[in-house]
């Protein structure tokens, strides 16, 4: 899973904008463009962009993880 981009289409699903989750996680939009690109991101991030959207990516990352094939 390509991290960076499933927190774009959660963003886009949510209709949450670039500029609101900059100033929640305190950073320039550019950086939140930056993380689109990203394939991984440390896990407080990450925490802060599954609190934010209120949406699991933890979970979502350990099924893909461990999914049956």
Known sequence: MH???RIK???AKKRVSV???AKEI????TN???IFERESINTSLL???SIILKHDF???LSEDTFKKK
Do not use: D, L
């Open 9 to 11: 289409e959660v963003m």
């Open 32 to 34: 939140v463009y930056n």
């Open 58 to 60: 933890f979970k979502e």
């Open 19 to 21: 500029i609101a989750i």
């Open 47 to 49: 925490q802060k962009f």
């Open 26 to 29: 305190e950073c320039e939009r």
């Open 3 to 5: 991290i960076g981009q």
